[in-house]
């Protein structure tokens, strides 16, 4: 079984300030890694993920996330947050031959001007 | 606009009674799963249906049934209702051997008192 977890539950940052949101996971097989995020009342919206080759991924609205295969992590990262990147972001897995996503318990990121 | 429609995106039930949720989803779109997301947790997956059959089921009761249609719409059904039963319920399709993740809808909002 897989399982994720999200190392913080809030994440208060300044705008135009980096932020970078940690994911670890453990698994016993091949996995494919991914971040979504949630805004207000709406469903889940996908911002990248790692499926194989390069370590670095890059995704939509600036953020980039980077594998870690020895530690186990897939850490999302962007350099400079903007007021409409408060929402709640989720790292989650699938096996590679699965059929599921198994989610963290989510970071509330809360942008303040 | 993601493509992946649910209805009603809100619903009152009282404890004991029977809830339908409806899901429909981008044409070619052939897996929907379901996902249950409790107040301030991750989304956990309740089960998937893949040509009209249920190919996967989390830690979910047999309350807890699912329907696909030809037309790649898709039905939750949840009986007799409890009050942990409270969440947003959401939808997520694909097409087989997409690994790039699901396309979730906005969800429906289910309380039950």
């Known amino acids: 079984a897989q399982s994720v977890t999200q190392l913080d539950s809030q994440v208060p940052v300044f705008e135009e300030a980096p932020v970078e949101l940690r994911c670890n996971y453990s698994?016993?097989?091949?996995?494919?890694l991914f971040w979504y995020v949630q805004y207000p009342n709406q469903g889940l919206q996908l911002l990248l993920k790692y499926l194989s080759g390069s370590t670095l991924v890059k995704g939509i609205n600036g953020f980039e996330a980077e594998f870690n295969k020895s530690q186990t992590s897939f850490h999302l990262r962007k350099p400079s947050v903007h007021i409409s990147d408060t929402a709640e972001y989720f790292c989650a897995v699938r096996r590679a031959a699965g059929n599921k996503l198994t989610f963290g318990g989510g970071t509330r990121v809360l942008v303040k001007p | 606009e993601t493509g992946v429609t649910q209805s009603p995106t809100h619903l009152i039930k009282t404890r004991g009674q029977q809830v339908t949720l409806r899901c429909s989803s981008q044409s070619g779109h052939n897996t929907v799963s379901w996902y249950q997301q409790a107040l301030g947790q991750g989304p956990q997956f309740i089960f998937q249906y893949y040509r009209e059959e249920e190919n996967g089921r989390g830690n979910f009761p047999p309350r807890f049934s699912g329907l696909q249609f030809p037309n790649y719409s898709s039905e939750l059904n949840v009986n007799a209702l409890e009050l942990d039963d409270s969440a947003l319920y959401l939808c997520a399709t694909s097409q087989v051997g997409d690994n790039y993740g699901y396309t979730f809808g906005s969800g429906t909002r289910l309380t039950v008192v």
């Open positions: 698994s016993s097989v091949s996995v494919y």
